[in-house]
């Protein structure tokens, strides 16, 4: 017999009863449980990245828990439950996709041959997040950028920001060579403060530089955090085949500079 959501719902009721449930799970709240969360997030990249397809299947399964846990515990604390979770998702999903449920009932559907036009679909969708957002309770008077989460990985959320300045025409015009030469000017003034040896301001100008990079990025529609992902791995494969070759010499110790770029560069060629 297969598990079901429900029976993972009744097992979290179990682990949060007062009386007989799992002292660590009864101990957890919000702000506990986030770092778990996010680490199960990337857990769930890491899986896809790597194409770990039964390995994805499990971390996706903790991702689920994490859902089910602060479901648990919004019901515990009459804030919200999995079901009122469940049913302003499907709610919102229908909302936003008129184009797939054009009476905005689930039950609706549009016509086979009514293909729906990508950019009426983009535009429709940033129309309707506005409308949400217009008709949603403020509690105080928000920024344009206000919403970014600033929990986000870095340049996750430094496209973000770029997209949402954008939003309102602050950007460079599409293909203007400005980008490139706003990261030639930033790479000049990290040279600078590093001619100066400043730590604090060279600091700053690397970061200036890293979010011009980013904009590079996302002006040729390539996703950043996933280029750098694709780096990161690259090298780790080129550092293992260096690491093999310090193995046959009898370790680091007995690998020179020049050793180490030799094999930097064998590695190169068998991953590139």
Not at 178 to 185: H, L, P, S
């Amino acid at each position: 017999m297969a598990f079901t959501v429900q029976d993972l719902t009744y097992v979290m009721s179990r682990l949060r009863d007062p009386e007989t449930g799992c002292p660590w799970d009864l101990k957890q709240n919000f702000a506990s449980i986030l770092p778990h969360t996010l680490e199960e997030a990337y857990e769930v990249a890491d899986a896809i990245e790597r194409q770990d397809w039964p390995h994805l299947e499990e971390e996706l399964g903790d991702l689920l828990f994490q859902v089910i846990f602060y479901g648990q515990m919004g019901s515990e604390k009459r804030l919200f439950t999995l079901g009122s979770i469940v049913d302003r998702l499907v709610a919102k999903l229908i909302r936003r996709h008129p184009h797939v449920f054009p009476e905005g009932t689930i039950e609706s559907q549009r016509a086979p041959d009514e293909v729906p036009d990508e950019e009426w679909i983009n535009q429709r969708w940033d129309e309707i997040k506005a409308e949400e957002k217009a008709l949603s309770p403020q509690v105080s008077k928000t920024t344009l950028l206000s919403d970014v989460p600033v929990t986000l990985p870095a340049i996750t959320r430094a496209v973000k920001l770029q997209k949402k300045a954008s939003s309102v025409g602050f950007d460079w015009p599409e293909k203007d060579p400005g980008v490139v030469d706003k990261i030639r000017e930033e790479l000049d003034e990290v040279i600078v403060e590093l001619e100066a040896g400043n730590t604090e301001l060279l600091e700053k100008e690397i970061g200036d530089l890293l979010f011009a990079v980013v904009n590079l990025a996302r002006h040729h529609k390539i996703n950043p955090e996933v280029a750098l992902r694709g780096t990161n791995e690259r090298f780790q494969k080129r550092f293992d085949h260096v690491e093999q070759a310090s193995d046959h010499a009898g370790g680091w110790e007995n690998m020179s500079a020049d050793d180490m770029d030799a094999a930097w560069r064998r590695a190169k060629q068998l991953t590139d």
